[in-house]
């Protein structure tokens, strides 16, 4: 199966800062979403993104599919920003939406 | 529903004991995956229906484990002879199409606590 590493594993800003985090894949990937995971737990969609360039009020991402990466911008950080982020992909090889999720990277904003 | 719903949201049981965990899919969505989350770490894959069927059960951990979805809509985890190593998150998600071209809904899962 494929491998997700993302980076940094950890990040402190402090709140109106920005920032770009990192997912990177061993092989070819589809199905590609980023998630938060909120101090509750709940796992929330961010990004469905397979290809090009997505924006959301202060977040985009991009993937690059060819080079095998994901890119998500937080911009104008808030302290409501704070979590665990997840990128997930479904390996190219598979016919149906098995995720294989990253380590995370864990955002904490200061006010 | 309007997401996807599990519950309970929290489970504590003892040693040895079996649990029952639901998931209830967005209405439609035929592709139904449950996934385990460890502290720390990303959620795992465990097994995956398409309607009624497990299409791929390769993910669950031992024979210990085992999932159904009767009438392709609700689906149930079960744990036999619970270990406190089962303690974890379990999450439920849903898509349509299979999940190929769509994004995963995911449920605010449950938390397992053996005791």
């Known amino acids: 199966g494929i491998q997700v590493e993302q980076s940094p594993p950890d990040l402190i800003l402090q709140e109106g800062a920005n920032s770009t985090l990192r997912c990177n894949f061993s092989?070819?990937?589809?199905?590609l979403q980023w998630f938060h995971q909120n101090p509750w737990g709940q796992l929330i969609n961010l990004f469905y993104?397979?290809?090009g360039t997505k924006q959301n009020g202060r977040l985009s991402a991009t993937t690059v599919a060819t080079e095998r990466y994901s890119l998500l911008y937080i911009s104008s950080s808030q302290t409501t920003d704070s979590g665990v982020y997840f990128c997930a992909g479904r390996d190219g090889g598979t016919s149906y939406g098995k995720l294989t999720f990253g380590q995370g990277t864990i955002l904490t904003v200061h006010p | 529903g309007a997401g996807v719903s599990q519950t309970p949201s929290n489970k504590v049981t003892e040693k040895g004991k079996y649990v029952e965990l639901r998931c209830d899919p967005i209405?439609?969505?035929?592709?139904l995956y449950w996934y385990r989350q460890s502290l720390g770490q990303g959620p795992e894959f465990l097994i995956y229906f398409q309607g009624t069927g497990a299409a791929d059960d390769s993910g669950l951990p031992n024979d210990r484990f085992f999932a159904v979805r009767p009438e392709g809509s609700v689906s149930t985890l079960k744990i036999q002879r619970t270990e406190r190593g089962d303690s974890a998150v379990y999450l439920c998600a849903s898509s349509s199409n299979g999940g190929v071209g769509q994004p995963q809904h995911f449920g605010d899962g449950t938390r397992l606590s053996i005791l």
């Open positions: 092989d070819s990937v589809n199905n």
């Open positions: 993104i397979p290809s």
């Open positions: 209405s439609g969505h035929t592709a």
